[in-house]
């Protein structure tokens, strides 16, 4: 008897309370994987002795992997960084956003690093700033710190990878900037569009006291 026949599913999940996007309330059931993905969400206890592995879920939630659109994991390159499997698949999260810890200057080693090396997805929000967070978290105090033709460059060198620009216009970051920054993430994401014709989106964090818009 082959393996597949004795075992329909490699993975069974059992006794937990399914988080279903589609429904209002969380329903019984149980998860069956085969081959990395799941293959059907059967009766309680009906699959127990079909599969070559149970996790025992009950008292707890079982969720499609979840989404973090807000992280900093360029962990020893930055000051606040975190690993991006901690905070990824260790914690229930299949992808997740990193919001602008790499800029042009860093971005390769970055996606080496971290892109390339973790479980867990990671798409990445390119700082304005050519430093990202790895001078600290005034990013954009200085008038050289946004080199935009670099910038450019480093998203359509990885466009799968980078899904958008980040700029932080904190005052207590931004120095004399004002609106500048900001301003050159437009100009930087509508020339990537103009030259591949896709739209690229601009996170904007905004802390204490942004600047006066006039």
Known sequence: ???????????????????DPGRSAPV????AVRDGR?????????????????????????????????THVYDGRTGLGTGA??????????????????GSDSFAHFAETVVASSDTR???????????????????????????????RTILGAPDTVRGVKVRMSR??????????LRAAKRITAEVAAATNRTLPVMVHVGNAPPRTR
Do not use: K
Not at 28 to 31: C, H, L, S
Not at 40 to 61: K, Q
């Open 85 to 102: 499997d901690a905070v990824g698949v260790g914690a229930g999260v299949t992808t997740l956003v990193d919001a602008g810890s790499a």
């Open 38 to 70: 799941i293959e059907a969400v059967v009766t309680p206890g009906s699959a127990d002795d079909r599969c070559a592995r149970f996790f025992d879920a009950r008292g707890l939630l079982v969720a499609p992997g979840l989404v973090d659109l807000h």
């Open 122 to 152: 990671v798409l990445s929000w390119l700082n304005v700033s050519r430093h990202g967070l790895t001078r600290g978290t005034r990013e954009l105090a200085g008038s050289d710190d946004v080199h935009p033709a670099a910038t450019v």
């Open 172 to 181: 207590s970051v931004l120095g004399d900037n004002g609106l500048e920054p």
């Open 28 to 31: 019984r059931g149980d998860v």
């Open 1 to 19: 008897m082959s393996r597949a026949e004795q075992y329909p599913y490699d993975l069974v999940v059992g006794g937990g309370l399914l988080v």
